[in-house]
């Protein structure tokens, strides 16, 4: 057993670590340099319901597609226009809409592993944060 996986991180053969907080596969490098900073700088894990979210956070509407983004005009697309607002936002502001089967959630942050799209709320989330918003 490796130190990464006595801290919690799963090992896939074929996809590499997996990340224990987000989700994310990451190579056994990127593994520990984030284990590595989570233990100098320790997050916090909150969890919160959709509606608390939604009051305390606030999100933004999709002007790129307008009225036609899911979420009530307010989910972002992984691609084109609506990428490019994205990657010009604080990313203090993003979250990732995270789905895996039944299961959705919010995460705090740009994450890539099975997300759905992206909100950008107008008050930001802190770094020292894990944010997971469940419905």
Known sequence: MTDLQKAGWKLSVSKGYQDPVTGQFVTANT????????????????????KQWEE????????VLKDEAPFEGHMFETYGKEMAFLKKADIHTIWTIYCEGDYMC??????????????????????DMHVTVRQ
């Open 56 to 63: 305390w956070y606030q999100p933004i509407k999709n002007k």
């Open 31 to 50: 593994a520990r340099l984030r284990q590595k900073n989570r233990i100098e700088f320790p997050t916090r894990e909150i969890r919160i319901t959709e």
């Open 106 to 127: 919010y995460l705090s942050g740009s994450h890539y592993i099975n997300r759905m799209g992206y909100f950008v709320t107008q008050r930001p989330w802190t770094f």
